[in-house]
Nanobody, 127 residues
Framework: QVQLVESGGGLVQAGGSLRLSCEASGLTFSNYAMGWFRQASGKEREFVSA????????DYADSVKGRFTISRDNAKKTVYLQMNSLKPEDTAVYSC????????????????????WGQGTQVTVSS
């Protein structure tokens, strides 16, 4: 049974930082590109960041570029999202997702490409 478990969310003041983690089990982690998505209350889910199987090709939404950093540790089956300079508009439930894609392909920005999802972790940024 595949499980993705996020952790690291919480309440932080604007300008602060958080580090999200997503630990996978039940799958061959290095066969999967990994993504982070977020959904604010009353809004649609949106792409935040993704990374290929090797961790060599990160991708970011324009809204987080320069502030967020995605990374992965295949030995630990974990993907991370370091979030700096947080803004109130970053408030959302953040979910990680796994996409079993051929290794020569880049990670996807479309949630439809992802096979497995975590339950999500709440990030709240106060002004």
């Amino acid at each position: 049974q595949v499980q993705l478990v996020e952790s690291g969310g919480g309440l932080v003041q604007a300008g602060g930082s958080l580090r999200l983690s997503c630990e996978a089990s039940g799958l061959t982690f290095s066969n999967y590109a990994m993504g982070w998505f977020r959904q604010a209350s009353g809004k649609e889910r949106e792409f935040v960041s993704a990374i290929n199987w090797a961790g060599s090709r990160p991708d970011y939404a324009d809204s987080v570029k320069g502030r967020f950093t995605i990374s992965r540790d295949n030995a630990k089956k974990t993907v991370y999202l370091q979030m700096n300079s947080l803004k109130p508009e970053d408030t959302a439930v953040y979910s990680c997702a796994a996409d079993e894609t051929p290794r020569h392909r880049l990670s996807s920005r479309s949630p439809l490409a992802y096979d497995y999802w975590g339950q999500g972790t709440q990030v709240t940024v106060s002004s």
